[in-house]
């Protein structure tokens, strides 16, 4: 079965620090990858996104992530972190094809507490 | 371009009772997915809807129906709410379906249920 597994439920970095979150996935043909991030009471934002190619990706907001299929992982970096930054982060994988018709997978999510 | 946009923001209702969320889609997209994203939880697929059809259900009961528009805006329905219905619902738009290459979904900020 497709998942999606975020192993850090709670970080808390301070600010400047570097920043790893982590996202390892379980899928039986190449994924597509993406990282939201959800400011507390908002939506989803997409961050970034891998699809095929560079397995580096950049994102927004100086955000990136490596895409590392032998070890199904999709980890979330920032060198230095803003207390901006706080929110929780969640990665999803896709296409789902199961019953879904194509839809994302989420994580549980990781909550980023930034301090100062 | 104005992005998706959901209403109401929040409402209460009570068990039993049945609610209908709303979402306009971003300009250009034909497709509409909904997720419900419990407390602690990542977003769960609820359905898709494809020029006006639905084109895939997650693992929720008939009681949460939708529809698409013309417009390709969308509704929510969930009948007989339950206690476990709350949560911030949240709508996703996009253009065409995964299969075609299409997984990048644009998010709105979601509707926060609240049964009692």
């Known amino acids: 079965a497709q998942s999606v597994t975020q192993p850090d439920i709670h970080i808390t970095v301070s600010e400047g620090a570097s920043l790893e979150l982590r996202c390892n996935y379980s899928?039986?043909?190449?994924?597509?990858l993406f990282w939201y991030v959800q400011s507390p009471g908002q939506g989803l934002q997409l961050l970034l996104k891998y699809f095929s190619g560079d397995t580096l990706v950049q994102g927004i907001k100086g955000f990136e992530a490596e895409f590392k299929r032998s070890q199904s992982s999709f980890n979330l970096r920032k060198p230095s972190v803003h207390w901006s930054d706080a929110a929780e982060y969640f990665c999803a994988v896709g296409p789902d094809y199961g019953g879904s018709q194509g839809n994302l997978i989420f994580g549980k999510g990781t909550k980023l507490s930034v301090k100062p | 371009e104005t992005g998706v946009t959901q209403s109401p923001t929040h409402l209460i209702k009570t068990r039993g009772q049945q609610v209908t969320l709303r979402c306009s889609s971003q300009s250009g997209h034909n497709t509409v997915s909904w997720y419900q994203q419990a407390l602690g939880q990542g977003p769960q697929f609820i359905f898709q809807y494809y020029r006006e059809e639905e084109n895939g259900r997650g693992n929720f009961p008939p009681r949460f129906s939708g529809l698409q528009f013309p417009n390709y805006s969308s509704e929510l329905n969930v009948n007989a709410l339950e206690l476990d219905d709350s949560a911030l619902y949240l709508c996703?738009?996009?253009?065409?379906?995964?299969?075609?290459?299409?997984?990048?979904?644009?998010f709105g900020p979601g509707t926060r249920l609240t049964v009692t």
């Open positions: 996703a738009s996009s253009v065409g379906l995964a299969v075609w290459g299409s997984y990048e979904q644009y």
């Open positions: 899928y039986g043909a190449t994924p597509y």
